[in-house]
């Protein structure tokens, strides 16, 4: 009987590594790995702006989220031969993304450029969720994400701006699928209670 499960599950591991096989933007990272870089022009058109807002909503500087989002694609062609067929694009990319923003913290951090009264540019491209809200309350809103420890921030970035599954998030911030939804309840629980305060 376990064995069966463990078969009928082994069956289904390989279904949906063969789906992942067939995306589009997996055959385009494969094509970019055989060496048409090309085919990356296609994949930067198509997450330049989801890029964006993830760095945006972390670090509230329009300048350096342009660098950032440059500076992922590059990364994408110095370690091209790492991206695996059986893998998810959009998971490897973020996990790219994820560790630059990393690094400009604390480069940012050394250096101590940190400006709380900066008049940071707002987002060009609006996601549904802020077409709903009005002016009033977007603003509010934004106040609280930028209280918002930078660890809880980035989870509810991932999750709700980007869409990402709580695997795939996992597999970018190097921890469990528990441990992805403790943190988006406590990141949504303190976020309520910031955005209460400046109601």
Not at 113 to 128: L, M, N, P, Q, V
Not at 189 to 197: A, F, P
Request: aromatic share 10%; glycine share 4%.
């Amino acid at each position: 009987m376990e064995e069966a499960r463990a078969t009928k599950r082994y069956l289904s591991n390989r279904e949906s590594e063969s789906r992942m096989d067939t995306s589009p933007d997996n055959q385009l990272m494969l094509q970019v790995k055989a060496g048409d870089l090309d085919k990356l022009g296609v994949l930067f058109e198509r997450y330049k702006m989801p890029l964006y807002r993830y760095f945006y909503l972390r670090t509230w500087d329009n300048a350096a989220s342009e660098d950032l989002v440059q500076n992922v694609f590059m990364r994408i062609i110095r370690y091209r031969e790492r991206f695996q067929s059986v893998g998810n694009f959009k998971s490897w990319m973020f996990s790219i993304a994820h560790n630059l923003g990393i690094d400009h913290q604390r480069k940012r951090a050394r250096r101590r450029e940190i400006d709380d009264t900066r008049d940071y540019e707002r987002i060009e491209s609006r996601t549904a969720e802020e077409d709903i809200l009005d002016g009033e309350r977007l603003a509010l809103l934004e106040k609280a994400l930028r209280r918002l420890r930078s660890d809880y921030r980035e989870v509810l970035v991932l999750s709700r701006y980007r869409e990402l599954k709580y695997h795939e998030i996992g597999e970018i911030l190097g921890c469990s699928v528990g441990a992805v939804k403790t943190r988006i309840h406590r990141a949504l629980k303190e976020l309520k209670q910031l955005y209460s305060e400046l109601e």
